[in-house]
């Protein structure tokens, strides 16, 4: 399955299928994204990150793309699973001083089917 | 302890109360953060510490909010006259000097302003 962040907040996938998450941004300045799960109840935890003069980095399961040209960002998660089902977040890292503050998109509910 | 916490986790307030939301970074990390999370959205920006240094302030979204964090460690995030759009999921993170952009969230502070 896949989604295209913003316009389509809810994606249900298959158990064992693979997802696709998109994502948008905005600043052509930014060189730092990363990909957050937020479970129910809990605050946000690195998933993935990549730096912008990379296209593609690989963790464990999941993949993130990153396409400079338009601005768009995926995450690919292989083989899903129950516990899966979280809300996905995409993040720009901005430049503040000293350090890096991060704005986030909207989300992406992943709902995983039995 | 391993990561951030916050505390309280719940808090409902009377519109007119001030509230204080405490969060303790992981141990060595200089940069804290606090994000504010509404209802299905992503979390926002509000203000970043480095040591007890307040250097970005930007997203605090008006004069009742103010931030501290006296001796570098812990913090705390006091919202005065709490009006009802201040009902949110308050976010802490704190990061290392050694991985700026690694931010690490605590569980949040949902507060409810009846």
């Known amino acids: 399955g896949e989604s295209v962040g913003l316009h389509l907040p809810t994606l249900s996938v298959q158990e064992g299928d693979n997802s696709i998450i998109n994502c948008a941004y905005s600043?052509?300045?930014?060189?730092?994204f990363i990909w957050y799960k937020q479970e129910s109840g809990k605050g946000p935890q690195f998933i993935i990150d990549?730096?912008?003069?990379?296209d593609k980095r690989q963790g464990q399961r999941v993949t993130v793309l990153l396409n400079k040209t338009v601005k768009h960002l995926s995450l690919q998660i292989a083989a899903t699973q129950p516990g899966d089902s979280a809300v996905y977040f995409c993040?720009?890292?901005?430049?503040?001083?000293?350090?890096?503050?991060?704005?986030f998109g909207q989300g992406t509910r992943l709902t995983i089917n039995p | 302890g391993a990561g951030v916490s916050q505390s309280p986790r719940y808090k409902v307030a009377k519109r007119g109360q001030d509230v204080a939301l405490r969060c303790d970074p992981i141990s060595g990390h200089v940069s804290l953060f606090w994000y504010q999370q509404a209802l299905g959205q992503g979390p926002e920006f509000l203000t970043y510490f480095q040591n007890e240094a307040q250097l970005d302030k930007s997203g605090l979204p008006s004069d009742r909010f103010f931030a501290e964090r006296p001796e570098g460690s812990v913090s705390t995030l006091k919202i005065q006259r709490t009006q009802q759009e201040d009902s949110a999921v308050y976010l802490c993170?704190?990061?290392?000097?050694?991985?700026?952009?690694?931010?690490?969230f605590g569980p949040g502070t949902r507060l409810t302003v009846t």
């Open positions: 993170a704190s990061s290392s000097p050694s991985h700026p952009g690694e931010q690490y």
């Open positions: 990549i730096r912008s003069n990379m």
């Open positions: 600043n052509s300045a930014s060189d730092y």
């Open positions: 993040a720009e890292n901005i430049p503040i001083q000293g350090a890096q503050k991060l704005v």
